[in-house]
């Protein structure tokens, strides 16, 4: 299945070309991030208005491809590191274009949002260092057209948005979500990590446009399997999908903004960015599709059932959010026309909405003191422009006439009617986790704001200008998109479609399109919706103790233990491994290495080694006797000099060997070397302490084995290495190029001194340093002696 037309190749060589905008483009966000503390210091109150200049200019720069994306995918290429085939390479079409929309537009109201929700916070200048950031990762997940790049970005998301949830770092909770946070994606990145170099692999290409372009039947690849499923390890983890939601709504830990952001249009949306990504390339096995439709339709459920269980705001929408990153997992699982459409429809719908409804949700705790929406009430009257808005907001929500939000759901219902399989299980499901949105909406835009009067801890009043900007703006363009689809159509969503789906689709949006089956399932889950909400004061205790039951043997619950597990083997291995004990260190190290080096020589030769003994001499034999008895003389004696002398019979004799396999320079060296250190510990002996037997008959034993164990394999490695030859050997060009080359006989000496000059260099060099070093210590201990 083939995505890409006749693109537009830019190139990298052109200063001024699209591809140094787009460069720029994506990195501006980083750029700005290291200005961001001094604009802080300059703008003051302002510093929201001048940073949101960025993302508004990006967005309108992102615009100007609309035409061009009509027309076929735009591929920018730079090779960044073309002997690793690493390329900084952008692609732009429907779906990259989307999100890099989304994420510019909606990253332009939360910066000015944020100016004022955290208006004289003693962090303000950290938290657009690290916000910028996160929004230049985002925007360099989406466009990166090469996986290593695209997997760079994927993990500087991770690393920012961990930085943004712990932002508030004096707060223990926030700290702990964090991390948790942190583990989960990142836990599924190196998944990820293995499944996009499989891809790589299977395809032959990192490049994501070529990869969409082949032929090749990826699905009957004997990688496919594993590729699906390391994907989709990262793909779940970060957007959040069952049994790994549970991060998301502790993220609410940090400020609302960041809530806001990574709920609307970045971390939580790049999981799904990459499965329609490669829709195209991996849809066409079943595996791809059951996974995605079995975990998209249980993550949207349990979303929208821990919603409605819910009573603190943020919760609300984050579990919301959880139900909408279902079922844009579903749909593309189903992987029709229809789905496809559905599926754009639904993440611009959700993206307008969720961003709205989060910053409404921050001016409410900011103007009230409380997330909880049990002590909300009436506050329609000193907060109107909030209620207003977040009435359209959550009309939206609840997928009702005439926002943008009500064409997606309508949609949506209809390809899970043609569903090409479970479509009576996914209907199901869907409808019923569409009644519970209902009584969600119902939570979020009626309880706060009528009603009788709530007892907030703060007298509450209208949000000022600048964190109302964003929702209203949203919501109106959620408003015109529902009432004028064809304004979207025209300019993005068809060229989206055909990218997630593979190939160009017709398609017409409309408000309204008759009583038909889809409407009347939507009439149905308003009804049963509406009659939740008024029920849920009475049937929420309920669910929160059915809630908090599950919490305690679900997912959450799974993780803390795992967190508790690694604690419990981290302090086993630092108490029997790291305990301080230099013995152990050497015994373990020996142990392994010998242990894989010995498992890899058995696995290569078996037990058949050949050793051929009949060219050795008896004066041979003698000095290998000479060398065991010294060494096992040393090991065993309790008189120190004794030890250095028999430790010295080692060294000469390994000096012997050498002057009878011809190598008279490094016997001479052995000779030199050997004798200089039996001296200076003859020399010492006085200083040494006396041998103790500290080690019990069982350590030394096994110490001993130990030592046995590595013994035989090095000398198996070694009478193994005699026997490879995998290039030619280089004696015969040191023999034939000393004396032409390098004036000298002596070979040894003219490899040290010439042809290894460099090497030989450096040895001296970290010689002197060791000289100086010793210098210094000696210097210093003589001052210290007279000293009064």
């Known amino acids: 299945m083939n995505i890409l037309h006749p693109g537009v190749g830019i190139s990298p060589r052109c200063p001024n070309g699209a591809l140094t905008h787009m460069l720029l483009a994506v990195l501006s966000g980083f750029l700005l991030a290291i200005a961001a503390p001094f604009l802080h210091r300059v703008a003051g109150k302002y510093i929201g208005w001048v940073l949101a200049l960025l993302p508004a200019s990006l967005a309108v720069y992102f615009s100007t491809f609309l035409s061009q994306v009509q027309d076929g995918p735009v591929l920018l290429e730079y090779q960044w590191l073309p002997g690793l085939d690493i390329s900084l390479n952008f692609l732009v079409d429907g779906l990259s274009l989307t999100f890099a929309l989304l994420i510019s537009g909606i990253g332009t109201f939360i910066l000015i949002y944020a100016g004022s929700y955290l208006a004289g916070h003693k962090y303000l200048a950290r938290f657009y260092v690290i916000m910028l950031s996160f929004m230049a990762s985002m925007l360099g997940l989406v466009l990166s057209d090469n996986l290593i790049t695209l997997f760079v970005f994927w993990e500087l998301t991770s690393i920012t948005s961990y930085m943004l949830i712990g932002f508030n770092h004096e707060d223990l909770d926030a700290r702990k979500c964090a991390l948790q946070g942190l583990f989960v994606t990142v836990a599924g990145g190196l998944a990820l990590m293995a499944g996009l170099i499989m891809l790589a692999v299977m395809t032959g290409s990192y490049s994501l446009s070529e990869i969409l372009a082949s032929s090749e039947p990826l699905h009957q690849h004997v990688f496919y399997t594993g590729a699906v499923l390391c994907i989709l390890a990262g793909t779940f983890t970060k957007s959040a999908q069952v049994p790994f939601h549970f991060w998301l709504p502790n993220a609410m830990a940090a400020p609302t903004p960041v809530s806001a952001f990574l709920h609307s249009a970045t971390m939580v949306k ?4 990459l499965m329609a990504r490669l829709n195209p390339s991996l849809g066409e096995g079943e595996l791809w599709s059951l996974m995605l439709m079995g975990f998209g ?6 979303g929208a059932w821990l919603a409605f269980g819910s009573t603190g705001i943020k919760k609300i929408l984050a579990y919301s959010t959880v139900m909408a990153l279902g079922t844009l997992t579903m749909l593309i699982g189903v992987g029709t026309e229809l789905a496809m459409t559905a599926f754009i429809c639904f993440l611009v719908a959700h993206s307008l909405y969720k961003g709205a409804l989060f910053m409404l949700a921050g001016a409410l705790d ?21 209620a207003t808005i977040a009435a359209f907001a959550a009309l939206s929500l609840a997928g009702l006439p005439p926002l943008f939000g009500f064409i997606a759901k309508e949609l949506m219902l209809e390809a899970l009617i043609d569903a090409p399989v479970w479509s009576g299980v996914l209907l199901f499901v869907t ?7 209902v009584g969600v909406a119902g939570l979020v835009a009626i309880k706060p704001f009528f009603g009788a009067k709530g007892d907030t801890p703060k007298t509450p009043h209208e949000a000022p200008f600048g964190m109302l900007i964003g929702p209203a703006v949203l919501t109106i363009i959620a408003l015109v998109f529902g009432l004028l689809p064809f304004i979207p159509e025209n300019a993005l969503l068809t060229a989206a479609v055909a990218s997630v789906y593979g190939s160009p689709v017709d398609f017409y949006l409309a408000l309204w399109h008759g009583i038909n089956a889809p409407l009347m399932l939507s009439a149905a889950s308003l009804v049963v919706g509406l009659l939740l909400f008024k029920a849920w004061p009475r049937i929420q205790p309920t669910l929160y103790a059915i809630n908090y039951a599950g919490g305690r043997v679900g997912p959450e619950a799974g993780y803390f233990k795992f967190m508790e597990w690694i604690t419990v083997v981290a302090s086993w291995q630092t108490r029997m491994l790291q305990n301080g004990v230099l013995g152990i260190y050497m015994l373990v190290m020996v142990a392994v290495t010998f242990g894989l080096a010995g498992y890899t020589m058995l696995d290569q030769y078996g037990v058949h080694f050949t050793l051929n003994l009949a060219d050795s001499h008896f004066y041979e034999w003698g000095i290998a006797l000479l060398l065991v008895a010294s060494a096992a ?22 000096a012997l060997t050498f002057i009878l396999f011809s190598a008279p320079d490094l016997g001479i060296t052995q ?10 510990l003859v020399l010492v002996l006085f200083k040494l302490p006396e041998f103790v037997n500290l080690s019990t008959p069982f350590q030394r034993y096994r110490d001993l084995a130990v030592a046995i164990f590595g013994g035989v394999v090095i000398t198996l490695m070694i009478l193994a290495v ?8 280089i004696s015969s060009y040191y023999v034939e190029n000393s004396a032409p080359l390098a004036y000298g006989r002596n070979i040894v000496n003219v490899i040290l001194v010439d042809f290894r000059a460099l090497d030989t260099l450096g040895e001296i060099f970290v010689l002197a340093l060791a ?15 007279h000293k009064p």
């Not at 790049?270 to 960015?273: D, L, N, P, T």
């Not at 005699?722 to 050997?729: A, C, G, K, P, V």
Request: a negative charge; proline letters at 1%.
């Open 270 to 273: 790049a999981g799904v960015y």
């Open 722 to 729: 005699l026997d490879i030859q995998y290039f030619e050997s």
């Open 633 to 654: 003389f040393a090991s065993g004696t309790h008189s120190r000099l004794g030890s250095v002398a028999s430790m010295g019979v080692l060294g000469f004799g390994v």
């Open 366 to 386: 900011h103007e009230t003191g409380t997330k909880d929406i049990t002590l909300m009430g009436g506050l329609r009257k000193s907060m109107p422009a909030t």
């Open 671 to 680: 000779l030199l070397v050997e004798t200089l250190t039996v001296i200076l």
């Open 771 to 785: 000289a100086l070093g010793v210098f210094s210590m000696l210097k210093l201990k003589a001052e210290d002696q």
């Open 431 to 437: 409808v019923a986790s569409a009644m519970l949105i």
């Open 297 to 302: 339709a249980a993550t949207m459920f349990t």
